[in-house]
């Protein structure tokens, strides 16, 4: 995409000598604008190298690096590549960490300073860096303050303090205005002289589905996408089909654990995820919430609260994620596993006379299996069941069967409602 009519107020301290200025090469470039978003991860690496060749091929006049980025998941190596080609490059590279609210932290923060020239965005952060990981390819500004940024961010006027950036630029057209061979002319048809960009900006995001893959392999959508995924997968498996839970189910899955392998997921927490995950498909089985459910509990908060090294989910997505999960598999769950074989009333009546089996021990509710499939089952409290026993289905009320023992019951359990 060509932009070629950004209108601006010139710099208050440059009016006087913007007025008589023309700063426009015989040939007006083009600038690419490339937009680094979230984590570096191989596709991000694999852009920023391949725009710079691209930018390179095509004579364009700078490439700046549009970052807002928490830092870097690729190896330290595959990021000092990517440092190397910004350093290497036959064209300019830039970098303005922006719009306002974004920041560039850990190795985005690196490669930021590895570039010739860097500016923030109003409200944006830069820092965090952590231990340098290409000494040898950074400024001489940057390494000079590189201490006081190891654990701690700052905005847009610190950087221009600790001489990092060398003017403000609070938004991309102030920075990509005073960029050398940008080309500009200025209006004086105005109150004001206004700076008419003459050079073409030129607009890069990532390829489509580079771009989605990029979002899904995020830190809070593989966790969401793998719990989702795996509960999914568990509902279909009870439900005896293939259909359309189980292939979303598996969609999920898949995207979550290819976000796990990017992404710093410790293996242990993962399989504490797992394990909740079986857990909870066996107290669906029953259909009410036991031992297994309290483990699977436990694990999932666990696994949850220590998933990533190095990087925290929000809270919000920590509530849904577990919060969500543990109602879905103690209550909803078994609700929509018995209604998706029949209505609570119609559909089941060729259950009444059949003999059953208590799965447990039985003094006013719990749970039998009828043909191998478990059911919520009633009985009179006057006649206890043992584990075990055969008992006869009676009626169906709601969502319950009422049973009676076999044999030895004192009364008819239907008369006992009269």
Request: contains cysteine; proline residues 5%; negative net charge.
């Amino acid at each position: 995409m060509l932009l070629s009519g950004w209108f601006a107020p010139a710099h208050a301290q440059q009016a006087s000598s913007l007025a008589e200025q023309t700063v426009a090469d015989e040939e007006n470039l083009i600038f690419d604008v490339i937009e680094i978003p979230g984590l570096i991860d191989e596709i991000v690496a694999d852009f920023i190298e391949d725009s710079i060749a691209a930018a390179e091929a095509g004579g364009s006049g700078g490439v700046v690096l549009q970052v807002n980025s928490p830092g870097h998941v690729v190896s330290d190596e595959r990021l000092t590549e990517v440092a190397q080609a910004i350093v290497d490059s036959a064209v300019p590279v830039y970098a303005w960490v922006g719009p306002s609210g974004a920041t560039a932290q850990g190795g985005a923060a690196q490669l930021v300073a590895a570039t010739e020239e860097l500016s923030v965005s109003v409200g944006s952060r830069f820092g965090n860096t952590g231990e340098l990981i290409f000494p040898e390819l950074l400024s001489d500004e940057f390494l000079f303050v590189s201490a006081a940024l190891k654990d701690g961010t700052v905005d847009e006027d610190t950087v221009i303090e600790q001489g990092l950036a060398h003017r403000p630029s609070p938004t991309l057209l102030f920075f990509v205005l005073d960029l050398p061979g940008f080309a500009s002319t200025v209006d004086n048809s105005g109150d004001e002289p206004v700076r008419v960009p003459d050079s073409q900006v030129r607009f890069s995001k990532l390829p489509l589905i580079d771009g989605w893959v990029h979002s899904l392999a995020s830190p809070a959508m593989a966790y969401l996408l793998f719990l989702i995924g795996a509960a999914l997968l568990i509902f279909e498996f009870y439900t005896a089909g293939v259909g359309i839970a189980g292939t979303i189910g598996a969609g999920c899955f898949v995207i979550g654990c290819y976000g796990f392998d990017v992404l710093p997921a410790r293996g242990w927490a993962i399989a504490l995820l797992v394990v909740a995950m079986f857990g909870y498909a066996i107290d669906v089985q029953v259909g009410v919430p036991r031992a297994w459910s309290w483990i699977a509990t436990i694990c999932l908060i666990s696994g949850s609260l220590f998933l990533y090294d190095g990087m925290a989910i929000s809270w919000i997505t920590l509530l849904v994620g577990i919060i969500g999960v543990a109602l879905s598999m103690i209550s909803g769950m078994p609700s929509m596993i018995r209604t998706r074989f029949g209505t609570p009333t119609i559909g089941r009546e060729w259950m009444v006379g059949m003999m059953a089996e208590a799965a447990e021990d039985i003094k006013k509710e719990g749970i039998v299996s009828v043909d191998g499939a478990p059911w919520r089952a009633r009985v009179n409290r006057t006649t206890p069941i043992s584990a075990g026993d055969q008992v006869r289905v009676v009626a169906i009320e709601g969502l319950y069967l009422e049973i009676e023992p076999e044999t030895g019951g004192a009364r008819d359990y239907r008369e006992m409602r009269h």
